[in-house]
């Protein structure tokens, strides 16, 4: 395929798709584009296979990290990355006080936050006026309506079967970046006893990152805030992934839920 038009350069930008657009600055083809999206695609070419090659790689570490740049495809090949993507989105399940601290620290991050409640007296403007969405629904139905890609982060803070079991669900079934769900170490292995009998697998389950937060033996409701923001970044910028929970050391003591969901 040859290099990309002004009007496929347009309409890939307005698509709004997570994309790294590389654009040879020094070398030949000098001026050359090729699109490498978040989804694995590719449009255009640089016309040379080697540097259509590591524009793909560089292309997909510069999106990971939302960063734009000059690059080297070759010694003698210089290129710039610029990448389009969408704010990272924070979806809280549950108006709780923890919700409160960690939307905060989700703008301060850079997040666009979303706040999900079917309790319409806690999921107001007066305790949530930083967060970009409020919605009133129950969770599930929340999320079922929501895009939810590779760049949404879900942070479920019920610790109510009622909503919570309903939101992993939905949140399991779409290709959330990060899923995490409060509670302790029995909260969480009872809740996941449940979910398999409801015929999720292992597999599925093992991307569940319960209890949430990283082991900072967080107490109160913004300390616990502080280990789930940790643990969101450090799975944003790879340094942690989808392990089963079972092997990751964690620590928010069980005597410090109640205070973050009061």
Do not use: C
Not at 62 to 72: C, E, N, V
Not at 147 to 157: G, K
């Amino acid at each position: 395929m040859s290099g990309l038009s002004y009007a496929e350069i347009q309409s890939i930008i307005e698509s709004e798709d997570p994309v790294a657009l590389v654009t040879i600055v020094r070398g030949e083809p000098l001026g050359r584009k090729i699109a490498i999206f978040e989804d694995g695609r590719v449009l255009g070419s640089l016309g040379i296979a080697e540097l259509d090659q590591a524009a793909t790689k560089l292309g997909h570490e510069h999106l990971a990290d939302d960063r734009s740049g000059l690059i080297h495809l070759r010694e003698d090949v210089q290129a710039f990355i610029e990448v389009y993507a969408r704010p990272p989105h924070l979806v809280l399940i549950g108006a709780v006080h923890t919700a409160i601290a960690l939307g905060h620290i989700g703008k301060l991050l850079g997040f666009r936050v979303t706040v999900v409640d079917a309790r319409e007296r806690f999921a107001t403007r007066e305790r949530f006026p930083h967060v970009d969405e409020l919605v009133i629904a129950w969770p599930d139905e929340a999320l079922d309506r929501m895009r939810i890609d590779s760049r949404t982060y879900i942070a479920i803070l019920t610790h109510d079967p009622k909503f919570d079991e309903p939101a992993l669900k939905s949140a399991l079934a779409r290709p959330a970046r990060y899923i995490g769900a409060i509670g302790s170490r029995k909260t969480s292995a009872d809740r996941i006893g449940r979910l398999k009998r409801q015929g999720l697998t292992d597999e599925q389950l093992a991307k569940i990152h319960a209890p949430i937060g990283l082991n900072l033996g967080a107490r109160t409701p913004e300390e616990i805030a502080l280990s789930i923001a940790a643990e969101i970044v450090a799975v944003r910028r790879g340094q942690i992934g989808h392990l089963p929970r079972q092997f990751v050391s964690h620590a928010i003591r069980p005597d410090a839920i109640d205070a973050a969901l009061s």
